[in-house]
């Protein structure tokens, strides 16, 4: 994890300081946010769990999602996110809940032509969102970068706190 330590340790210091506790819902980035956020001494302070969400059973089967709601919008949207990230907070109970939804690659999946692009969304006190475009066909090197803009919408929303 030494390659995302430095966004994992603002992160998690700012969590701590707040005392504030957060829940992932990922996708293509595979378990990296919360191994990441896990990877800094003092996790149980703020880490409560974390769901790999890759598939839409894994989806329904973890998170209570308003199903009608997450119909109508688009795939691979900061909204789309927002209802993730919303689900898997109140999944938990927890200060935060972050989502991410990628194409890591290679190859496109069924709703979308590009790989390279992750959205996502932070659900707490104050809300949050991106949206990363790499236009990268490479599997790992998306993972990561889409972690490290994970790991950074945390540390830049809460020293808005």
Same mark, same amino acid.
């Given at each position: 994890?030494?390659?995302?330590?430095?966004?994992?340790?603002?992160?998690?210091?700012?969590?701590?300081?707040?005392?504030?506790?957060?829940? /992932? +819902?990922?996708?293509?980035?595979?378990?990296? *946010?919360?191994?990441?956020?896990? &990877? %800094?001494?003092?996790? $149980?302070?703020?880490?409560?769990?974390?769901?790999?969400?890759?598939?839409?059973?894994?989806?329904?089967?973890?998170?209570?999602?308003?199903?009608?709601?997450?119909?109508?919008?688009?795939?691979?949207?900061?909204?789309?996110?927002?209802?993730?990230?919303?689900?898997?907070?109140?999944?938990?109970?927890?200060?935060?809940?972050?989502?991410?939804?990628? /194409? +890591?690659?290679?190859?496109?999946?069924?709703? *979308?032509?590009?790989?390279?692009? &992750? %959205?996502?969304?932070? $659900?707490?006190?104050?809300?949050?969102?991106?949206?990363?475009?790499?236009?990268?066909?490479?599997?790992?090197?998306?993972?990561?970068?889409?972690?490290?803009?994970?790991?950074?919408?945390?540390?830049?929303?809460?020293?808005?706190?």
């Amino acid at each position: 994890m030494s390659r995302f330590s430095e966004h994992s340790s603002s992160a998690a210091n700012l969590l701590t300081k707040h005392n504030h506790s957060i829940s /992932v +819902a990922e996708s293509s980035t595979g378990g990296l *946010i919360a191994a990441s956020l896990l &990877s %800094v001494p003092g996790a $149980s302070r703020y880490f409560i769990g974390g769901i790999i969400i890759y598939t839409a059973s894994s989806r329904r089967a973890f998170l209570d999602l308003d199903i009608n709601r997450v119909k109508k919008l688009k795939p691979l949207t900061e909204e789309m996110a927002f209802e993730f990230a919303k689900a898997a907070r109140s999944k938990l109970n927890t200060t935060w809940g972050i989502a991410e939804l990628g /194409v +890591a690659g290679p190859g496109s999946t069924p709703y *979308i032509d590009t790989t390279g692009i &992750s %959205v996502i969304a932070l $659900s707490g006190p104050i809300d949050a969102s991106v949206t990363i475009k790499t236009e990268l066909n490479d599997r790992e090197k998306n993972m990561e970068l889409f972690t490290v803009a994970a790991l950074q919408l945390i540390a830049q929303t809460l020293t808005k706190i």
